[in-house]
């Protein structure tokens, strides 16, 4: 038989039941759209926790106070004990080593604004002029916190869009006095729309000056420093020598944990790398049973055309024929099936981007090769058997149905 032949017979065969067969691309479609949508659940949390972290700025070393016994970077590190205070002294310190670019002390804390009449709460951030450029925030309205002198903070509050909206509409605030804690500050700026950072949108931010916040909050110790470093680089040499610097500092004691964006990044990489083909293994074991399917079915199909199998053997036609026959059949359904479930999957990512814009749930292209792939040779390998059996009939057996 020429292969258009085998083509036409293995279609016709399909599609001579129907039902059994819309079952069967059922099962195998189901089973590719799982791999594609959980593969790209995976990869869409792997390129959030990046851009997350990337949205924060570039060439980062981040000084935590607190030390991390294994002297590197975990989940954990993200809350730490703190033994010693990490001052705005020591942050101010970290201007004088090599490669340092510019440093953004940080006290986080919740408080009080108050004005027009309107109360409400907000997070509040201390920190100096150089956390506008090393977090590269940008501005909707205004300027920027002053530079200010250690230790002297300055009465200003740079608001986030979304409490500069919620207590003055539409009126510019610039200039206006208003109550946060127990500081009358006046408002210099209004921070662009949408900012991102590790889970924090900036619309809901009130941030100070370090010294102001401090002052507040009645405690001297920061919550981090983040120092921008003059390139890519210099970063592992900025790291150790921070670590240096603070240590001397603290009379010998190693009691804070220095770590870098792109140790942040890989860690993070890895461990959903690792959830990423976790996950695709499970929506794998889908399109086995789906392969299971596929075998049972032609297994079937070889009973119920036992005289057909026959006739075909005595016009001529050889085992290799009738073999490759069942196994061109089984393909064009495992095929079909596939790209089936292919575009399931992509109208389920679609849906997830949908429900969810700010997470990229795309499907990588390796998840729809992988989907396919997996998808035809499970079709193959599990279509040798009936096409076996069915070329082993005897043609006089197989006209007889015997």
Do not use: C
């Not at 990423?276 to 009973?303: E, H, K, Q, R, W």
């Not at 393909?331 to 997830?352: E, H, I, M, R």
């Amino acid at each position: 038989m020429k292969p258009l032949d085998t083509l036409r017979y293995a279609r016709d065969a399909a599609t001579g039941t129907p039902l059994r067969t819309g079952l069967l691309l059922l099962a195998i479609s189901i089973g590719v759209a799982a791999v594609v949508i959980l593969i790209s659940l995976g990869d869409g949390a792997r390129r959030f926790v990046v851009g997350q972290f990337s949205s924060i700025g570039t060439n980062l070393v981040i000084v935590l106070p607190g030390r991390s016994e294994t002297r590197g970077f975990n989940p954990a590190n993200l809350v730490t004990s703190t033994p010693r205070d990490l001052t705005v002294d020591d942050a101010n310190t970290l201007l004088r080593v090599d490669g340092v670019l510019r440093i953004a002390p940080v006290v986080i804390g919740t408080t009080e604004i108050n004005a027009e009449g309107k109360l409400r709460e907000a997070m509040m951030v201390g920190t100096n002029d150089d956390f506008f450029r090393v977090r590269q925030l940008k501005l909707g309205l205004g300027r920027f916190l002053s530079k200010d002198e250690i230790g002297h903070g300055s009465a200003e509050v740079v608001l986030g869009a979304g409490i500069r909206r919620e207590i003055f509409g539409a009126e510019n605030p610039l200039g206006k006095t208003v109550r946060v804690g127990d500081r009358r500050l006046r408002v210099v700026g209004v921070l662009s729309e949408g900012g991102q950072g590790l889970g924090m949108t900036t619309d809901e931010l009130l941030i100070v000056p370090v010294a102001t916040a401090q002052a507040m909050l009645n405690s001297n110790t920061l919550f981090r420093v983040l120092i921008e470093a003059r390139s890519r680089e210099q970063i592992a040499n900025v790291k150790v020598h921070v670590l240096k610097v603070i240590t001397q500092r603290h009379e010998g004691e190693e009691d804070i944990t220095v770590i870098t964006q792109d140790a942040v990044l890989e860690t993070f990489d890895k461990i959903l790398n690792v959830l990423t083909l976790g996950v695709s293994g499970i929506a794998a074991i889908s399109l086995a049973v789906a392969g299971i399917l596929v075998m049972n079915v032609m297994l079937v199909s070889v009973t119920q055309r036992t005289a057909e199998i026959g006739l075909l053997k005595a016009l001529g036609a050889t085992s290799t024929a009738v073999r490759q026959l069942f196994i061109v059949e089984a393909v064009l359904l495992s095929l079909t099936g596939g790209l089936l479930g292919t575009g399931l999957g992509y109208l389920g990512a679609g849906l997830l981007r949908h429900l969810y814009p700010s997470f990229p749930a795309y499907p990588p292209l390796w998840a729809v090769a992988a989907g396919l792939g997996t998808a035809l040779v499970s079709g193959l390998v599990f279509g040798v058997m009936p096409a076996r059996r069915a070329a082993q009939l005897d043609p006089i057996q197989a006209l007889s149905k015997r």
